[in-house]
């Protein structure tokens, strides 16, 4: 599955820094608003010991991780809706992405300036939240024009559309974003290919100095109080530690900087698994000497269509799938011993692949 994220936020917040931290690309990074000019795009793995650990067992030629696309997209100014600074561009990117993830600066630097002359991320996340409901007004305003007339002359699906239409309009005048608007799953579907900027699930990342990496401050506090009715999840992290840590040339290095620190584990990794559950995703796994290799699904997804993920041919000619769940897998150290002890179940169409889950697939075209 192509997933695809985006990074957002205001000139100087720390977006191209923090992109160079999750991928090997290299976007320049510099104190001036606009230097993130065209997109930059890197694909980066997503951080899982379980494959590690099955490829332990299996010793397999290659191992293959899932992966994310994370996007860094030039920085947003007032006005972007109507083309100011690279508002169109900007905002044509943000459609394509299937997530956002919101850096906001919550760190004094005279060194370093703000587009708007101080620090102040509730504004900062204000800004770019109205400019993204702008532009979906703008958006549902023509396509409410475009069934208002059908309605008129009687289409009830017409007349359904535009009732739900006015309902996120309605919503998002008042000033909130499309994902918390009041509606159902199926009134969701009748918008799902308006692509509305701010019906994207959202993660924000609060970009604190070095103090404040482990505990947030008031800053963070601040964000997280401004958006506790979004249904977002807020994540610290210190962009400028997290370069210096991907600088380090050895595992054991960049271990012993993050004890210093009180930390745990780098914060990149923390936001890459963060986006991944953002997503509603989850993992299953193939396992064999060939390789053994981590596969991305929709959460709730069956078994035909998690085989089509492999290959579109997998799923046309489906049969059955031979699963073990991870747990038992690691237990009996190896697929003929899972199946020895009678963990290995066969399943059938109906089948909903769980997290982890180890599966082969037997198929017919």
Same mark, same amino acid.
């Given at each position: 599955m192509?997933?695809?994220? !985006?990074?957002?936020?205001?000139?100087?917040v720390?977006?191209?820094?923090?992109?160079?931290?999750?991928?090997?690309?290299?976007?320049?990074?510099?104190?001036?608003p606009?230097?993130?000019?065209?997109?930059?795009?890197?694909?980066?793995t997503?951080?899982?010991?379980r494959?590690?650990?099955l490829?332990?067992?299996?010793?397999?030629?290659r191992?293959?991780?899932?992966?994310?696309e994370?996007?860094?997209?030039?920085?947003?100014?007032?006005?972007?809706?109507?083309?100011?600074g690279?508002?169109?561009?900007?905002?044509?990117?943000i459609?394509?992405?299937?997530?956002?993830?919101?850096?906001? %600066?919550?760190?004094?630097?005279?060194?370093?300036?703000?587009?708007d !002359?101080?620090?102040?991320?509730?504004?900062?996340?204000?800004?770019?939240?109205?400019?993204?409901?702008?532009?979906?007004?703008?958006?549902?305003?023509?396509r409410?024009?475009?069934?208002k007339k059908?309605a008129r002359?009687?289409?009830k699906?017409a007349k359904?559309?535009?009732?739900?239409?006015?309902?996120?309009r309605i919503h998002?005048?008042?000033?909130?974003?499309a %994902?918390?608007?009041?509606?159902?799953?199926?009134?969701r579907e009748?918008?799902?290919?308006?692509?509305?900027?701010t019906?994207k699930?959202v993660?924000?990342?609060?970009n604190?100095?070095?103090?404040?990496?482990?505990s947030?401050?008031?800053?963070v506090?601040?964000?997280?109080e401004?958006?506790k009715?979004?249904?977002a999840?807020?994540?610290?992290?210190?962009?400028?530690?997290?370069a210096?840590?991907?600088?380090?040339?050895?595992?054991?290095e960049?271990?012993?900087?993050l004890?210093?620190?009180?930390?745990?584990e780098?914060?990149?990794?923390?936001?890459?698994v963060?986006a991944?559950?953002?997503?509603?995703?989850?993992?299953?796994?193939?396992?064999?000497v060939?390789?053994?290799r981590?596969w991305?699904?929709e959460k709730?997804?069956?078994?035909?269509?998690?085989?089509?993920v492999?290959?579109?041919?997998?799923?046309?000619?489906f049969i %059955?799938?031979?699963?073990?769940?991870?747990?038992?897998?690691?237990?009996?150290k190896?697929?003929?011993?899972?199946r020895?002890?009678?963990k290995?179940?066969?399943?059938?169409?109906?089948?909903?692949?769980s997290?982890?889950?180890?599966?082969h697939? %037997?198929?017919?075209?």
């Open positions: 192509a997933l695809k994220c !985006g990074i957002v936020g205001l000139p100087n720390g977006k191209s820094t923090l992109f160079n931290c999750l991928s090997n690309a290299k976007a320049q990074a510099a104190n001036f606009f230097c993130t000019i065209e997109p930059n795009v890197g694909t980066i997503v951080p899982d010991e494959l590690n650990a490829a332990g067992l299996v010793n397999p030629e191992i293959v991780p899932t992966t994310i994370i996007v860094d997209i030039a920085g947003l100014v007032k006005g972007a809706s109507k083309g100011e690279l508002g169109n561009q900007f905002l044509g990117n459609r394509e992405c299937d997530a956002i993830i919101h850096v906001v %600066r919550c760190f004094e630097d005279g060194n370093v300036v703000h587009v !002359g101080s620090v102040n991320p509730v504004r900062d996340k204000e800004v770019i939240d109205m400019e993204l409901q702008l532009k979906d007004l703008d958006t549902l305003e023509k409410i024009d475009k069934v059908q002359v009687g289409d699906d359904k559309a535009f009732d739900i239409f006015e309902k996120y998002i005048e008042e000033g909130k974003s %994902r918390s608007a009041p509606v159902d799953e199926k009134e009748i918008v799902s290919d308006l692509f509305l900027l019906d699930p993660l924000y990342v609060c604190v100095e070095e103090a404040s990496v482990v947030g401050n008031a800053l506090e601040a964000v997280r401004a958006v009715d979004e249904n999840e807020v994540l610290v992290l210190g962009v400028g530690i997290e210096d840590i991907a600088s380090l040339e050895t595992f054991d960049r271990q012993m900087f004890e210093d620190l009180g930390l745990k780098a914060g990149v990794s923390k936001l890459i963060s991944y559950r953002l997503l509603d995703l989850q993992t299953y796994f193939t396992a064999g060939k390789e053994v981590a991305t699904i709730g997804m069956k078994a035909p269509q998690a085989a089509g492999i290959h579109s041919d997998f799923e046309k000619g %059955r799938a031979e699963v073990i769940g991870y747990e038992d897998f690691i237990h009996f190896s697929e003929s011993a899972a020895d002890a009678g290995l179940h066969v399943e059938g169409k109906e089948y909903v692949v997290d982890g889950d180890v599966m697939f %037997r198929f017919n075209v």
